[in-house]
């Protein structure tokens, strides 16, 4: 199997979002494998245009006409871009619902109908004719309140639920990312840990949910998928399988296996032998493993920090990552770097760009279909040198960043040399200084653009390899399920095996 990235997800101009439609593609085809641009249907159960209430309204029904008028040109542009093996994309759209919670509807048939209705069953059946799947999303949010409706779920036509976007995790009501969104907190009665308590089947995933036309924006979700290769039937059918996950920016790349059957799968058998690979892209801070969503085995990073012999002889692989931002810029600063590894090979790169952080619009924004049009991308690239472009934007709060940046996987030594020019602003530093602190400059005497390159970490520091076995059968279903953390709050969570008595 083959790991594939892709954001299922997110939205832009075509309804009541922000940006072109091809820009937003483009984007997505700059980090991600596949995609969907998802745009805002219907809400059959929204609010009376009341007192206060006058622009939610307006501007959901907008949106609404907005797709309808222009969805044939939609679906012919997001089939345009779509080439087997090299960017997949799938169609779709949203509906709102209060009391069911809200969906969007995802399918590899490029002649997908928009259509309306009462709930999300009554949309399904006017799509028989279609392959086509409901995918729950921000689910954690109050039951009635367009929190998720356990009651209403059909695994059957869901087989995914999207765990973490933008919005924040819902997993639970202590997962870390709560919800501070308008649409209210967390509710534990909604929980995906609630489903899973019912023993209900279905896959995690990650996706933006960004307004602004940026899939796959760097921190706001995305999902992977174990797939056979990168086409839409075989990325189709591993999100039918369940064999996916849900990542908050980071590519951590994971296998967890149960008897050697993968995520999504449903085991039968008392006796039960568990393999777990990570390869994180900062250093781990812990991984749990949950039995029926109580941690069951903890394997903490501060386990693998334990002194090391020190030997300089022979390569060892490090991860480096470059990160640039800061300053009060608006309306955007432009970036372009250029890192070279002397003495040493760049293995890989792992780009972490953002769109403009845009959750839901507000009276004061206004559309620019070149809003998402930032130049991040990767332009130059060998074993010794990579060379980008990107935009940033000052960061919203001191808690919410809107920097870029690149994850260099290194190898060398110790006496390997990381450079890195950005805007004129120049780092030299050898893996050996690295592995002892940060290095950081700035472009202007105050208030400045700056950038960094962070602590480098060690391979045994972003990597874990476990087995272990089970044999406490707890019930006639007991499900696994893994949560990995980064020490930089990045996490992965995997979608759970079911293990049948």
């Avoid at 279609?130 to 689910?139: D, G, K, L, S």
Wanted: hydrophobic share 35%.
């Amino acid at each position: 199997m083959n790991l594939y990235w892709g954001d299922l997800h997110n939205h832009c101009g075509i309804s009541y979002g922000f940006g072109g439609l091809e820009n937003a593609l483009k984007a997505a085809k700059s980090q991600l494998d596949f995609c969907a641009i998802i745009g805002h249907g219907s809400w059959h159960d929204m609010p009376d245009r009341t007192q206060g209430l006058e622009y939610l309204v307006d501007f959901h029904t907008e949106g609404f006409a907005k797709l309808r008028g222009n969805w044939e040109q939609v679906r012919e542009t997001v089939k345009s871009f779509h080439v087997p093996h090299e960017f997949v994309t799938f169609q779709g759209y949203e509906a709102h619902s209060s009391r069911y919670g809200d969906h969007h509807f995802v399918s590899p048939d490029d002649d997908l109908p928009l259509v309306g209705g009462s709930s999300t069953a009554a949309i399904l059946e006017q799509l028989s004719e279609y392959r086509v799947i409901a995918v729950p999303h921000h689910v954690g949010y109050t039951p009635g309140y367009r929190g998720g409706n356990w009651d209403s779920f059909d695994p059957k036509v869901s087989p995914i639920v999207e765990v973490y976007s933008k919005h924040g995790s819902g997993l639970s009501d202590h997962s870390p990312y709560p919800y501070y969104h308008d649409m209210g907190p967390r509710d534990s009665r909604s929980s995906v840990y609630a489903a899973l308590k019912r023993k209900l089947r279905f896959g995690f995933v990650g996706s933006t949910d960004h307004h602004a036309g940026y899939p796959g924006s760097y921190g706001d979700g995305r999902l992977a998928v174990l797939a056979e290769s990168k086409t839409r039937e075989a990325i189709w059918d591993a999100i039918l399988a369940r064999r996916t996950y849900a990542v908050t920016g980071d590519k951590i790349r994971c296998s967890f296996t149960l008897n050697g059957a993968p995520i999504g799968s449903e085991v039968q058998g008392a006796k039960r032998n568990f393999a777990l690979e990570v390869t994180a892209s900062d250093q781990i801070d812990k991984v749990v493993v949950f039995k029926n969503v109580k941690p069951f085995k903890v394997f903490n990073g501060e386990d693998l920090t334990a002194p090391q012999p020190i030997s300089d002889a022979g390569s060892f692989k490090y991860k480096v990552k470059v990160e640039c931002g800061w300053g009060n810029s608006k309306n955007g600063y432009a970036w372009q770097g250029k890192a070279e590894i002397h003495a040493g090979k760049l293995l890989s790169v792992e780009t972490c760009f953002r769109g403009r952080s845009i959750l839901a619009p507000t009276p004061e924004l206004k559309d620019d279909p070149a809003m998402n049009e930032l130049g991040n991308e990767i332009t130059r690239k060998n074993d010794t040198l990579v060379e980008w472009t990107c935009t940033t934007f000052r960061n919203p709060t001191t808690l919410h960043p809107h920097t870029a940046g690149l994850i260099l996987e290194v190898e060398g030594d110790r006496d390997t040399v990381v450079n890195v020019e950005l805007n004129g602003g120049l780092i030299k530093a050898t893996i050996g200084e690295l592995l002892e602190g940060n290095r950081t400059t700035h472009l202007r005497a105050y208030n400045s653009e700056a950038f960094m390159i962070h602590r480098a970490v060690e391979e045994r520091l972003y990597t874990l390899r476990e087995t272990w076995g089970d044999d406490v059968v707890e019930s006639e279903c007991d499900v696994y399920h893994v949560e990995i953390r980064q020490i930089n709050g990045q996490c992965a969570w995997l979608s759970p095996i079911y293990a049948l008595a």
